[in-house]
């Protein structure tokens, strides 16, 4: 087990490592040490011809530090060198968000990790580079992109694209140990081909938010991960870390050894693509002044809920408020004064126009939230399933559950008119709790599909209008299924103008329903956010934003939960990082077991 992977098949080798592997998935995959410990121990007394490494498992002391000497153990092991020992960085900490001190905290840094891989080189093409002709196709279509063409390494990359991979990072909390606290998590990932989430997101640390310091903790997190990411795009490891102070052999003596080498032979550097995040993430880590609750709701242009002339609401292409959208130089100059800019401005090639409105936030879980619940509310109000009330719901879900099931879908859970409605003064509303993200999407085309069997021989001129806007929306999603990554221009201006129709008709009718004393048809500033999706972000850039979303992400983030759920609070930190390396390395070992073997039949 602590050679080399090779391509010699044996029962007896597979039966040994996917044992091992599957026990010590437990504590990464929401078990724990002790059960993984337990279980090891079971197998080893009460089975014949038991894996030594099984044995070491189960005679992990119980007395002592289980996760210590779990830890200790992996890390003798082969496969654990495929990520690097974590980097100690000491971060402002707070018990009682009162006082402060300063806590150790681990992560795993990108410019490391990725010069572990790239010593696999069948690895590294998996999880980083693509089959041969990857990289080269991902800068051509991206030839002419201001980012692009803007880029301080773009001559460099022009004159070798093979060695420059694209990454995108993202950054999201989610809810641990009830709803008293979260976990912010950061990642990182190769963006030039479509992995599952374990191969695409890569950790680099996860903090508690309510031992953070506002203002502190998380910008000197930042600070770390950003300084890693360029050492990534400079192509060599650094003198010093995050705040200047250089290796010596005394203080990081590891990191001394490597200075100034080249993180991996064959010149591979990584270079800024993406940020992908929730508008909330996003507001908090660019310290946007303007967001969705303020009086000027886009970072984007000059939005307005209040000055006429700028209403989020107006929705053209054409629009004056359109003649607003701020530049990056522009944009980056109104931090110039500031006490702190954010971190992330001083990542090589960055820019606010790489910066997504995630499809999934923006649309899933914002526009199509509104609209499918108005739309099914006044369905039911018609009487198209010839109930009403409570009873026309649960009716309307049948149908639904029907068409779910013949389109091999998962159905939402029961339409309930308590759950859209949450007061009789409310606007209708598809939350979370009603349907998840990737439910709404389908929801939406259902209802469509519902609109187009009504009976419309003397239709009114609104119910028109709310299939032609549904048509619309589902035209949109039509378009980003038929494409990868990239998008051509007239696949990308189409897409554009299906979004543009689908919202000035969602404007119609919400103000048919204002002027009928109706709440319904609710315009939140997503549907601002999505004109810049569908007229900026896709057009400028060609890019398919149903190919950039945030739903590998927030399953990683959901993970990465997971495993902090089963931790102590105080070493939560630290564990989530070591018990990912475990989760994740025994995955790429057995990758590379895979890809060698097969290459060995092969020749």
């Not at 080269?136 to 060695?163: M, Q, V, Y």
Request: proline share 4%; net charge neutral; charged share 25%.
């Amino acid at each position: 087990m602590d050679d080399e992977p090779h391509g010699e098949e044996s029962s007896d080798d597979d039966f040994e490592w996917d044992l091992e592997m599957e026990l010590l998935c437990l504590p990464a995959s929401g078990g724990s040490v002790r059960q993984m410990q337990r279980l090891a121990a079971r197998i080893a007394k009460g089975c014949g011809q038991v894996p030594a490494h099984v044995v070491q498992l189960g005679n992990l002391s119980a007395d002592s530090h289980r996760e210590r000497d779990m830890h200790r153990w992996a890390t003798r092991q082969a496969w654990r060198k495929l990520l690097p020992a974590p980097f100690e960085v000491d971060l402002p900490f707070t018990a009682n968000q009162i006082d402060e001190s300063v806590a150790t905290h681990a992560m795993l840094l990108p410019h490391e990790a990725f010069a572990r891989i790239a010593e696999h080189p069948d690895l590294c093409q998996v999880l980083f580079t693509g089959a041969p002709g990857t990289l080269e196709d991902f800068w051509n279509k991206s030839a002419g992109c201001e980012w692009f063409e803007r880029h301080p390494l773009h001559d460099e990359i022009c004159r070798n694209p093979t060695l420059f991979v694209p990454f995108g990072i993202h950054g999201d909390d989610g809810g641990v140990y009830g709803s008293s606290n979260s976990v912010m998590v950061l990642t990182w990932g190769s963006v030039v081909q479509e992995l599952v989430t374990l191969d695409s997101r890569i950790l680099f640390t996860g903090v508690l938010l309510n031992t953070a310091v506002p203002g502190k903790t998380l910008d000197a997190m930042y600070k770390v991960f950003v300084w890693s990411l360029n050492c990534l795009a400079a192509g060599f490891y650094p003198e010093a870390d995050h705040m200047g102070k250089e290796f010596s052999p005394e203080y990081e003596p590891t990191r001394y050894k490597l200075r100034g080498q080249r993180l991996n032979q064959a010149g591979l550097r990584c270079v800024f693509s993406e940020l992908r995040g929730d508008w909330k993430w996003q507001g908090e880590a660019l310290h946007l002044d303007q967001k969705y609750d303020t009086n000027f709701v886009c970072h984007l242009c000059r939005a307005s809920t209040k000055i006429k002339r700028l209403w989020y609401t107006n929705f053209e292409k054409t629009a004056h408020i359109r003649n607003t959208r701020v530049r990056w130089s522009t944009f980056r100059d109104w931090y110039t004064d500031r006490y702190m800019r954010p971190e992330f401005f001083n990542i090589i090639g960055f820019t606010i126009w790489r910066c997504w409105s995630d499809a999934m936030h923006v649309l899933d879980l914002g526009v199509y939230q509104s609209i499918a619940a108005s739309c099914l509310a006044e369905l039911v109000e018609e009487g198209v399933w010839t109930h009403t009330g409570e009873d026309g719901y649960k009716v309307a879900h049948i149908a639904y559950k029907e068409w779910c099931v013949l389109r091999g879908l998962p159905p939402a859970p029961r339409f309930e008119k308590g759950r859209l409605f949450k007061t009789r003064t409310d606007f209708p509303k598809f939350t979370q709790q009603s349907a998840k993200a990737s439910a709404t999407r389908y929801i939406m085309r259902w209802l469509h599909y519902v609109l187009q069997r009504v009976d419309h021989a003397g239709s009114s001129m609104h119910s028109k209008r709310r299939l032609e806007m549904m048509a619309a929306f589902v035209d949109f999603e039509d378009t980003c299924e038929r494409y990868g990554r990239f998008l051509p221009r007239a696949a990308a201006e189409s897409l554009a103008s299906s979004m543009e129709r689908a919202l000035l008709l969602a404007s119609v009718l919400a103000a048919e329903a204002s002027a009928n004393d109706k709440f319904l048809w609710h315009i939140i500033p997503k549907f601002h956010m999505a004109t810049h999706l569908a007229y900026d972000f896709a057009v400028d850039n060609l890019v398919n934003p149903r190919r950039t979303t945030c739903y590998a992400d927030e399953d990683m983030v959901g993970r990465c939960k997971k495993i902090v759920q089963r931790c102590h609070g105080k070493t939560a930190g630290r564990s989530l990082v070591l018990r990912y390396a475990i989760l994740v390395c025994t995955r790429w070992w057995t990758k590379m077991r895979g890809l060698r073997g097969l290459r060995q039949a092969e020749a």
